[in-house]
């Protein structure tokens, strides 16, 4: 199997940056495409009327859905990745419909996210990200454990 393009999700969490070191290791050692791609989860706006505070609000989420996709260019930057090797994307749905979906038109050859590794009852009524699209993913996923070397 050879690697050409990587995909990783971010959040833009703290925990992410153990993925982003997996991430850069592989992408060294395969030289390949990375594709970071934050996804704007517009889901939570549907049962929310939308009036100017909501729309203002969804502006202030899509900037920073920008800057963590921007900031996640520059640390893989940092850590000796080419510049014209990154390509940074904001989407916006469904997190894991839309990584699926960016996926399977991009010809991604491998994911890498991570996980929180939360339990019980918290993964229950939060959901987990990382597990929809591993289900649903039709190529290899690597899933970090944040904090974890």
């Known amino acids: 199997m050879e690697y050409k393009h990587i995909l990783i999700g971010t ?12 991430c850069a290791y592989l992408t060294r050692l395969t030289n390949t495409t990375l594709h970071i791609v934050y996804v704007l989860d517009i889901t939570a706006f549907a049962s929310v009327p939308i009036d100017s505070t909501w729309e203002n609000m969804y502006d202030v989420l899509l ?3 920008r800057a963590i996709t921007e900031n996640a260019k520059k640390a893989f930057i940092s850590k000796g990745i080419d510049k014209s090797a ?7 749905g469904h997190p894991s419909n839309e990584l699926n979906t960016y996926v399977e038109n991009n010809t991604i050859d491998l994911i890498v996210i991570g996980t929180h590794g939360r339990k019980g009852l918290d993964r229950l009524l939060i959901g ?3 597990d929809k699209v591993i289900r649903e993913a039709k190529m290899p996923v690597l899933m970090v454990k944040s904090g974890t070397n």
Request: glycine content about 8%; charged content about 30%; cysteine-free.
């Open 11 to 22: 959040d833009g969490s703290e925990l992410i940056e153990t993925v982003y070191e997996h």
């Open 63 to 65: 900037d920073e859905g």
């Open 86 to 92: 990154v390509t940074t994307v904001v989407l916006e």
């Open 128 to 130: 987990s990200v990382a």
